[in-house]
């Protein structure tokens, strides 16, 4: 017999934008979603809701935020916005594609590529924005009653950081982990003994 979980969060991220499509470095620069990012949120929009979210919370990004409202709105909620799910700030990289930053030093687009982003001019490190990921996850998960379900729409390097230290990993498991597909989607659930686990990755 399955047992359903005490609560459960789904973690999502954004739908498309140019700049995913262009491999432009977004960062925290504020793009909104492309034709197919919006197709993309409408499409992922009814799967979520079907999971009866008592909440969405959301990155406060343009993309993000055009994510969740979707969600909400099929879900018939009202969607809250919290910058501690925002993606990574990525310093002097924000703006430029992979070839432009490749074409200035190959080097730099490797370890880009690889995840390695703590050297980056200007940037925030992984362990900044695990920490503050995860903390909005704790409030989001504590806020829920037993048995229901949050939401939780965010950025695809955010999320892999921000939910290994939910889970209380080393924050290297992270690198284990590929890459989100825009509106690909993560579910946790919670055990009895009130501890996480990793029930779906990238849906």
Known sequence: MTVAPDRRLVLVRHGRTAWNAALRIQGQTDVEL?????EQARTV???VAALSPALVWSSDLARARSTAE??????GLVPSYDARLREFHLGEYQGLTHTELGATDGHALTRFRLGEWDDIP????ADEVATRYA???TDLATALAPGETGVAVSHG???RVGLVRFLGWPLT????LRGLGNCGRVVLDQRPSGEWALASYNL
Do not use: N, R, W, Y
């Not at 492309?34 to 919006?38: H, K, Q, S, T």
């Not at 979707?70 to 879900?75: D, L, R, S, V, Y």
């Not at 498991?173 to 284990?176: E, I, L, M, T």
């Open 45 to 47: 929009a009814p799967l």
């Open 122 to 125: 200007g940037a925030e490190t």
């Open 173 to 176: 498991v992270a690198q284990d």
């Open 157 to 159: 390097a955010a999320t």
């Open 34 to 38: 492309d034709e197919v990012g919006l």
């Open 135 to 137: 903390a909005a996850l």
């Open 70 to 75: 979707e969600i909400a709105k099929e879900a």
